[in-house]
């Protein structure tokens, strides 16, 4: 019967029909995600949403002890907010989870620190850091995050994978010195050998390496503060639209991030310094980035990737994973 009508339906006709009933599967779909996204976040009182939160929250005071242009008395404003949401996830759940720990040794060693230049926190501040971190029995006053020589950070970028996987982290602290473009298209070559979705390779990338783009870019991405001003190349990773059905609408962004990981451990093993950038942005940013980079409607941006070369000195966060019992269900 599908053959038959195909061969007397114009064929002008039949497309018109795929297109209308594609974009109602996407409707049908994107609702469905809409909904479950929805309850997931707002309709949410679950621990993990709450330890999640803290934990994005309290992540940019520990990135705050690794920035180039490191400043006393930073992050008031998130502390402010979230040292109250702190004492009162331990009072309800306690102190056992790995995450919560690493939030008492970030606050303790953003007290250390302040303590040991004589900087007078606000008494607010001060009061609920002490509130807070009474409430773990004998945090080490040792700071957690992790010291680094140019050396050190790359000592293992030929080692076997585990002591390299052990060895990448996201550096934001750069010289400002320029990245070989060379050390960025090795890299690129390195991460086509990620897998995607039938071999598709939807990633293109775009990698800018003019300032004045380079900051055009910074200031519309929230999450670079403190280092963005010392990048020297961003890369701008998209996935082609075109080549993916209904159901596949997410695939875009599966494959752009497993590229994306294999991209950050070519940049490392290529002793570049690197961040993952999220590009969570609202249509008005999105379309501000097309304005300044010729990425065409059909792809979509999936992240940015910070890069620049490393100093003698500098500190990583220590970033604490969770325990794998947290994250595998083995059934
Ligand atoms: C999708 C994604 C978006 C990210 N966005 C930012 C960002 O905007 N700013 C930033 O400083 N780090 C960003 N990061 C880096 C994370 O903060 C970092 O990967 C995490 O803290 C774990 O640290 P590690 O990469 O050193 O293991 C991002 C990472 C990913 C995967």
New binding site residues.
Partial sequence: MKLYLSKIIPKNLLSYRRRLLSWKKLKEYYLQDAKRFFKATYGSNEQETKIGLLTMAV?SIE?GFTMPDFRYGFGYKKLEKYLPECIAYVKQYGIEDVQIQHIAQTISDYKTIHDEAGYALPEDIAKNIDRFLNLFNGISSKSIQIDCTSDSFFYNREAPFPSFSNSR??C?YYTGDTVPMKGIIDSVKLAQNAPSACNRQPVRLYIVSDKKKIQDVISI????RGFGQVVDKLIVVCSYLGCYLPQERNCAFIDGGIFTMNLAYALHYNSIGA????WCVDSDSDNEIRRIIPIRDSETVC?LLSCGMVPDKFK??R?EKKLEEQIVTII
């Fill in positions: 992540h990135k982290h996201s934001r991405q929230k999450g670079n961040c993952i950038l999220n992240c990583v966060c970033s």
